[in-house]
């Protein structure tokens, strides 16, 4: 019985390898000096800028394991937290990821805290200040955590919905640290070493990325991620034509509007 | 623009005549002008069939929208066009006469209308002509992806291609090539090379002077001769500079012109280099001319103009290094003393077009539109001048304004309102300065929104549809005494209580609720004299667009209408108050929104924020619609200080918390928009046509 249960325990990942992470700019130096103050992080930065493989890196770095919970609008304060089960005749309490962070002493990471509900958000509060308690309600119970414990929030301040942005009282807990796509040379280096294409191919990539940024506003929501280029870059490793695995991977996955596209894959075409 | 054609049985409808032709007439041509009579133009109707008629009938109300004249002159036309045309010409023809009004105004409008042969010859020639109008729109979000500095593009007098290094100017019509698909290539390979002049120092450097390496042919007889040169010259630098960036566009580039001519061979060595810059083009130069030869003709030739290149190049260069001082003496502190011999600062990295820059060895954090002047300096010199790296001083930015305020109007009454006007010299506000306005706005056709639902009925559709979605968010309310549902964690505490013996809760099951929106938005719309047009129309179908989207979402909403004529008339035009219902009247006021005069848009942001502070929602938006920067008459409105007003009215506004969002139709203004939408967000349309279409998505995005 109780081990049917431990599969239902929240997983704490324990990062055995080092990620590949290319640094930027003083983000570990920062992330290190938060972790030793046990402050918590806010990364903030546009989608497939590298932020959640940051917080991997972080992990294996620091040694810590790694809790990831992505953010939904129906995300409630059970879902982190931890609720009971009945098994047989009987509850059980199962901690959700929160719980099980903060008792394991881990590193605890809310990707797009926008997108969960405001009232959810509220649980965190308390953690992330210089208290460091997580109430479990339902267990009437007080978890302190240890100062291995770290809390790191992520969100993309591009997003233009009214309804969606951190309140102050939220974000004024976080020392927060900017995120952008990293310069053309660093990016191209990345591309080649995550996509496995070559320098040249990396570079014409980078490229493509850049010109797509350059409409951001005129049509275009946001340019290119890194992330983007790195899936084109994987369709082409494994042998589809630069041209197609653009156009699939960065044209077709940035619009849907029929002028837009015709405009990106110019773009593509004046690249490849 | 779309059109809702004749239905198919109209064609069997028979033929209108005399009287009845005349009233119909009238209703769309002389609404206002009642001193023309419709009766001979009714006459030369006549012979017309009925979906002809009708067809006659539609356009002419739509050009009279947009200027009574153009729809007179398409109706005193349509006779002789009809045995010229088919339906398909006939709209052509009409649309083109709009757009020409659009572009050069009344007088080439009725050029074009009256010249039908002419359009005829152009349209029926059989040549596959590529037209400016259908690639305009991508072509310029493509060179917008290239250069990131904005370009506009135009249509230039005649077939020459050429930029004065803002606007690229293209020919109307390309036919030059075989087929439309190649001719559509070249005006992408002209609009092109024009970028690459702007991007690659055609028009000199900090280091070549173009006007003093030319003097020796300026203004003689070889003046023409020695341009072809350059241009053909600079073509083969600069497609090579291309492919070392874009290797697909300039192999592109390379099929359309075929091989060099055999003539310029020993001179491509040179120009190939990696690199080359305008000085190996004017290293060959004397030497083409001592040849005596013409340049070749190449397919994909453009011009250059040094003249007028050369003035708007030198202007902006001036504007730049201001902003960037400007930027500097903020980020040193004011009190810096100017020190040219200061080497804290130096630019890095030129060659990636990628300006970073180091102050004292810290990363120095431009804002952003001293980073844009920044690269756009480093793409017309080749470096960031040092003498821009040193604060300016104490020196205004731009004192070229007059001071003072304009004339005063002189109202009869008193003002509904008076709004305090920021002052970006004095730092400090204008207390009452504004004199605000409100009134009703104008009723305008009754018929009009339902025109427009007509013409737009599918796009309607898949828009409630969406929205529909949006507002059946469903919330699951948990442990409820009944409801749909078992709620498991409710049946899980209650089992537990039990076991422990304390008495379990009946509560035991969950209802779905539908989410309470609690959002009012506030449209602010544009209603200067520049609307005139197809921006007008644009704005009244997105409006109907919007309405349709947003009364299938439930959310509150209002939308008032702007102009002004300098400070001590401010008008804002009640379209629909936040309590009104979408009713008749409301569409009438949509029909009637009419270009008037300026645009001081800071002190209708500031009112319409206080309307919209009334309203007892959670989230508050403002969203404008607008055509371009703020304009005011004769004041010092226009330029820096109405950009600087808007910007702190928007800031105002987000200090009490309302979000505001800003829709611009306007290519070429995106210099100015990221300082002064700042603080709120913006979206720039391209195309005033996709406006309608966009509103309701853009809506969506802000509110979901």
Known sequence: MSAS??????????????????????????????YAQRLPVLLKGPTGCGKTRFVEYMAWRLKRPLVTVACHDDLTTADLVGRYLIVGNETVWVDGPLTAAVRAGAICYLDEIVEARKDTIVVIHPLADSRRVLAVDKRGEMVTAPDTFMMAISYNPGYQSVLKEIKPSTRQRFVALDFDYPEAAIEAVIVAREGGVNADTARRLVKLGELTRNLKGAGLDEGAST??????????ATGVAPLAACTAAVARALSDDQDMTGTLDDLVRAVF | MTSSEPSSSSRKDPRLFGEELETRLDEVLFASHSHRSATRIAQGLESLNRAQQEKLLHWAAVAAQTYAEIGYQIATLAPRAFTLFDDEAFDAWVLAGLDAFDRHGARAAMDLLRDLEGFHADRGGERPLAEFTEIEARLSRFIQGLSGRPLGLSVGAGAAAWTDTETLYLPLKIGALPQAESNRSLYKVLATMLWAQTRFGTFGSASIDLAAALTPWLETTDQERALNWLAVLE?????????????????EIATLRGPWPTQMEPLLVRLHQHQASLADTLALLPGCMESNEDAPHLPHFVAIDPDAALRVRGERIAHDKETLNRAISALKGSAAAPNLDDPGIAPLAAESAEVAM?????ALALPPEARAAAQSLLQDLGEVPPECLVPAGTGHWQETQREGGGEDYTSHREPDHR???????????????????????????????????????????????????????????????????????ALVDAMSDRSSGAEPSDRLFCRRIRNERSLAAMFMVDMSGSTKGWVNDAEREALVMLCEAIESL????????FSGWTRTRSDIYRIKRFDERYDEAVRARIAGVEAKDYTRMGVAIRHLTQLLLRQPARHR??????????????????????????RRALLEAREQGVRSYCVTIDRHGADYLAHMYGVARYT??????KLPLKIADIYRRLAS
């Open chain 1, 5 to 34: 249960v431990t599969t239902l325990a929240p997983q704490l990942t324990h990062i055995g390898e080092e990620p590949y992470y290319q640094s930027i700019g003083d983000e570990i130096a920062l992330f290190e000096a938060a």
């Open chain 1, 227 to 236: 992330r983007l280029l790195v899936h084109a870059a994987q369709l082409i």
């Open chain 2, 235 to 251: 073509s083969v630098r600069l497609e090579a500079r291309i492919a070392a960036e874009l290797p697909g566009l300039a192999a």
């Open chain 2, 358 to 362: 180091s102050f004292a060895e810290d």
């Open chain 2, 419 to 489: 709004y305090d006007e920021w002052d970006y010299r004095r730092k400090a506000y204008r207390r009452g300065w504004c004199h605000l306005y409100e009134c009703e706005g104008r009723h305008g056709l009754a018929t009009y929104v339902d025109e427009v639902r007509v013409r737009h009925s599918g796009l309607i559709r898949q828009i409630r549809r969406r929205f529909e979605m949006l507002r059946g968010e469903n919330r699951m309310l948990g442990r409820q005494p009944e409801g749909e549902e078992i709620d498991i964690d």
């Open chain 2, 554 to 561: 439930g959310d509150a909403y209002a939308i008032y209408g």
């Open chain 2, 621 to 646: 938006l403002l969203i404008t619609l607008s055509d371009g920067r703020p304009d005011d008459f004769g004041d010092e409105y226009r330029g820096q200080y109405g950009i600087e007003d808007t």
């Open chain 2, 684 to 689: 720039v349309l391209d195309d005033v046509k």
